[in-house]
């Protein structure tokens, strides 16, 4: 099953048998009956409709249980041009997408505050606002009556720039936009555009740790789907001539979804699949005759029983998210060093992370009393203290997760207090997490080149076009990963997905990606927790490295093993206090430190000892 | 303050307790799961025509709501077994439930539809009939929404017991915060996440049949839109707080009623649903709702 | 020309269950039949007038082929498809059905909705088809009545032109009417209309319009609105669930003004729905089925469905009275056909211009839901005031029985 998966998966990949798939529809279909090319123009436009779906919910994993309202949007806006005020089809359409483009952007403000089911509880009022909108509105769309004699293929009214457009011609236009649509949609997704949805989808927070802005991430990601359900909505409009309001109301919401879930999210060609299947499912099912509705829903049902992962889990290979192109292009080059050498500039003295008298409120606690503390470039500080004593609210108030409620952060002399957090990764103060938040379905390679977003400027239009400028990019990026993969000793599972590996493996790889983001100042969080000894010294060799490189690091751990022979100087924490600051050795003869810290401490790691 | 006004807020009062309701049982699978059973219209609709197919068939009266009620509990079972369980495991934090679920809830549509005809079936009156009321500053508030209203009520309070008193109470709490600490505590997860839907599903069941004899009809597409203004009331209240339930219900429908009265009946969905984007922009977790916690 | 059907082309998953269980057919006399096709909704929570009217195309079709068909050619339903009511799928369903060039006339789907999505596409093609029971005007009038009607598009349902007419007849006794009507295309019109028609009966007419959807459960703000302005009369304009949820509303506010009502209105969901409160509500329907006796047409149809159907949810359970709405829901199917087979006959021919051509010389047809139908190239709704009767709703022993009162 799997080789015939691969096998498959290769051949819907490669280009020749898209070439030819797009030539064998556009020649053949004067040889189709009207009925057929009909529908084959319905599957098309189902096509372009779920890839909004599929950019929104399968790549930003933004919920969307309104976009009928988009698909309308884009309908009545290309409907009324073309009939009401005589615009060309050309420019109606586009028009139409842009106009449901920017209501995607709108509605990305208010929507960015929510997700889940809170999210689709919002997109769900969405679309049925809309819908009560064009029903009452009955001056522009017709109100309930709707909105006939769209200039359409159907009708014989329609011609594009002058030239009349018949219904097979019709569908050969929609094919070109269609497979337009999904070369731009592939090579946005395995672009940094696509890698930061899927990282805003995983872990906003990780996202943000690493320089991808989530709410910023998040508008593009609405507006190119509301821009594609627009274009879908305004190719609609000239296929039927015909726009009611009950062809926007929420069962086409819920369908687009189906297809998109069914299809398997994430998946290009798992959509374009279950949008063709689910096109002619009605008129297939009319074999079910009277229990043809019920069918339709079994099949909803159980798919998830029967395909846990949708057509394309069922069919192909999981996708990949960076172009071929770029891969070969960077196996060209050789792997570049440059990204673990020490910086000349900028990280010379004077370059270190102050936290200057931080205090964290959590409405009554106090998390955070009065914190100050200092890492300077190419030292190592340990940042330790019992449970609860404020070790992560420390990085997450310092790397802009949260605003501290009093006190000051400085890096590199510049006031980084209460700046985002992807603004603060810009300002090159890196961390990581407890847990590693990778990207499970991605790479190793994948998620070492998410740490890269940030030095990829190449824009959105290079990214989908995959321009070779955008691509020389990428592919120099991926010559410093290689360079990474090999510090972390992550060379052999560059290519596995995160999901099928160990969990030391994983830590280290997101080490490895908080490199990539071309750190000055890094703050690991427990980053030795449930490592074996094996993993633990090569950690231990790659921090020593960073030291070397320059950087200012700050290291939360238990294991003072692990710590004494690494770390420059030591800072106490009890309670949201500093309560020592100075060297380790000293540290273990603090009185203070004793009373507070090392009395447990000391305990457990004698029971360690004779474990 | 005239009758016009009080007709308009008994109204919307007595519409608002069946939207609060529905939140209730909404409410119940989205403590134990975060998610929410599309297809609980279906239900709704089904245990009501159910009442009717067998208080038709001579039953008695008791014995065809037992009946119905039990054919619903039934189906939560086969919801959670069969819709939830899959999507859930299938792919951590996807959604795929909304299609299965939605997929449960066409099944049902369809079946109704194939043997009781999608004619409007005539409800028979459970519980009082519509002429009966008592007055209330010189209107006629309806017993039939009194009930609901009444039972609405109870059912908060009850639930308000049961998760601060009893152990089970307890335990679904310790769910609706961790359910894989309290798998590891040796909490019985699964069996609470069953009760949790056959519970939800009942409460669909009695929610059908009240809101059933009001109308005075049932058919297969009944009930959809009555869970859309039951999700609108959960999330205005806050998702998963019972007190909260009641709140957004009665919000909503005194809200809706109000512009229907004063400004326009035409707006009176449109604006239940801008109150909901509303809400979610400015304070997502609702009316009551405590915020959540993210874990940074 | 070689052309690919859908059926061979849609293969993808469902290829396998689907291939070779293709609906039976009729199939002799291949060449010689005569083909007629409809989409409707005949499966799904909105198909009972779908259904309906395909029963009553089906009696049409046994009918005829039993008396041995038309000149000797047998006639068939040779495309049956199913469109829930979903307006996509009743174009996609009606480009299937067009594009089988043996189809000679068409029936147009149960309701306004996918009924407007495919008249267009229709008129396009050529072919004729007949409307049994969606009610917007402009199905067949799109410029507005006073304008010529799509040229092969012709209709025998309760048209909303008509139906406002004969409300407003029903209605003119009073000076302030409270209209209440679903938020649908229906809706709307039918309100407008009678709007206009009232007040052109009465100058000082007042009038005043609210809406609902479909399936509200509550009317509150919508009936006290209409209570504040003093109204003296209610029309609902909507379906007898609807109308039911209306009335019981008005007895909980105990709004207690005379009731009218819509073909809706004379259907069991209004009657059982609303109970003992239905006494007194008086609503318009087809009249074919209310007098007695009932005209020979109508005699013969009811006879025919009860014999194949038995007295089923559409007859009703009395054998000598079947349900009024039987016409609109059944009947009206079952006219559409004949009045296609008629004008075939007539025609001789199976061209649309030649069927067109018979349909608009269609003169005093005896139909089962309206007595005489006449087209004429201008007028191609049959539908006339003295075809529909307005039922009054009054309760014998425990049963509730409607008497025509014009």
Known sequence: ?611 | MDDFFFSLVLAGISVGSVYALIAIGLNLTFWTTRTLNFGQGSLMMLCAMLVVFLASQGLAMALAVIGGLLVVAALGVFVERFTIRPALVASGGSMGWVVSTLGFGIVLQGVAAKYFGSQAMAFPDVLFTTQDYVTVLGQHLSLQYLVVLALSVSLILLLELFVRKTVWGQAVFAISLDPELALVQGMPVRLIILGSFVASSLLAGVAGILSAQIGGTVDPAFGFDLVLFGFVAAVLGGMGCSVGALVGGLAVGLISKLVGGYISTAAEHAIAFALLMAMLALRPQGLLGRPEVSKA | MARIGRRSFGALALAGAASGLSAPRIARGQGATIKFGFTAALTGPFNEFGEGIRRGAEIAVEEVNKAGGINGRRVELAEVLDDQLVPDRAVQNMRRILDNREIVGLMAPSGSGPTLAIVDMVQADGRPIINPQAQTPSIVYPNGADKPPRPNVFSISIDNTVEAAKLATALAGYRTVGILHESTGYGVTGAQLVRAELQAKRRDARLTVESYNQRAQDMTAQLVRVQRAGAEALLVIGLGADTAVIRRNMSRLNINIPLYGTAGAVTVPYIEGAGDLVVGTRAVNHAAFGRRPMHPAAQKFADLYRAKHGTDRWYGPDPANPFVSLAGTVASGYDCLNLLIDAVRRAGSTAPADIVKALNETRDFAGATIASITFTPQQHVALKVEDLGTYEMLKEGDRVVLKLRD
């Open chain 1, 1 to 611: 099953m799997s080789r015939l998966r691969s096998a498959l998966s290769r051949t819907v990949a490669h280009p020749a048998f898209h070439l030819a798939l797009v030539l064998a529809l556009l020649l053949g279909c004067r040889w189709l009956s009207a009925g057929t090319v009909q529908i084959l123009t319905f599957a098309l436009i189902a096509i372009i409709f779920s890839q909004s779906i599929n950019l929104l919910t399968g790549l930003a994993g933004q919920i969307s249980l309104g976009h009928a309202g988009f698909f309308g949007i884009g309908a009545y806006c290309s409907g009324i041009l073309a009939k009401t005020h005589g615009v060309d089809v050309a420019l109606s359409v586009p028009l139409a997408a842009l106009l449901a483009a920017a209501a995607g952007w709108l509605l990305s403000f208010p929507a960015g505050r929510v997700r889940d089911v809170y999210l689709a509880m919002m997109t769900l009022g969405f679309g049925m606002i809309f819908y009560e909108i064009v029903r009452e509105w009955n001056d522009v769309t017709g109100g309930t009556m709707g909105f006939p004699g769209v200039p359409s293929a159907a009708l014989h009214t329609l011609s594009i720039l002058g030239v009349r457009i018949d219904a097979a011609a019709y569908f050969q236009v929609v094919l070109l936009v269609a497979a337009l649509v999904l070369v731009l949609v592939r090579n946005l997704t395995q672009s940094r555009i696509g890698r930061a949805f899927f990282a805003i989808h995983v872990s906003e927070v990780a996202a943000g740790s690493i320089g991808i802005p989530a709410g910023a991430t998040k508008q593009l990601a609405y507006t190119l789907s509301g821009a594609l359900a627009g274009l879908a909505g305004g190719l609609y409009a000239h296929l039927v001539g015909y726009l009611g309001p009950e062809s926007f109301a929420l069962p086409r919401s819920i369908e687009v979804l189906v297809i998109a879930i069914v299809g398997g999210l994430g998946s290009i060609a798992g959509q374009v699949l279950s949008a063709t299947v689910f096109t002619f499912l009605p008129e297939r099912l009319q074999v079910f005759s009277e229990y043809q509705f019920i069918a339709y829903g079994v099949i909803l049902t159980f798919s998830l029983v029967v395909l846990p992962r949708g057509i394309a889990g069922l069919l192909l290979d999981p996708p990949r998210f960076i172009k071929p192109r770029a891969l070969r292009r960077a196996v060209a080059l050789r792997p570049d060093p440059a990204v673990l050498r020490p910086e000349a500039a900028g990280g010379g003295d004077g370059g270190s992370l102050e936290v200057a008298s931080v205090t964290m409120r959590f409405g009554g606690l106090v998390a955070l009393d009065d914190v100050s503390l200092r890492v300077e470039p190419g030292r190592i500080t340990a940042l330790v203290g019992p449970n609860g004593s404020g070790k992560s609210t420390l990085v997450n108030v310092v790397s802009g997760l949260y605003r501290p409620s009093a006190g000051r952060i400085t890096f590199e002399g510049r006031d980084i207090t209460g700046l985002p957090d992807h603004r603060i990764a810009a300002a090159r103060v890196v961390r990581t997490f407890q847990d590693p938040r990778l990207v499970p379905h991605f790479t190793v390679r994948e998620n070492l080149l998410l740490g890269a977003h940030r030095l990829l400027r190449h824009t959105g239009a290079a990214a989908a076009l995959a321009l070779p400028s955008a691509l020389e990019e990428e592919a120099q990026q991926l010559a410093a990963i290689e360079a990474v993969l090999a510090l972390t000793n992550l060379t052999v599972v560059a290519d596995r997905t995160i999901s099928t590996l160990p969990y030391g493996t994983r830590r280290m790889a997101e080490v490895g990606r908080a490199l990539l983001a071309r750190p000055r100042a890094i703050l690991l969080d427990e980053p030795a927790a449930g490592l074996s000894e094996a993993e633990m010294e090569r950690l231990a060799q790659v921090i020593r490295d960073m030291k070397a490189m320059g950087l200012a690091i700050l290291l939360i751990d238990h294991h003072m093993d692990f710590l004494a022979d690494l770390v420059d100087d030591v800072v106490v924490l009890d309670s949201g206090r500093v309560i020592y600051r100075g060297g380790i050795a000293e540290m273990r003869r603090d009185p203070a430190v004793i009373a507070a810290y090392l009395g447990d401490e000391a305990a457990t790691a004698s029971e360690h000892a004779h474990a």
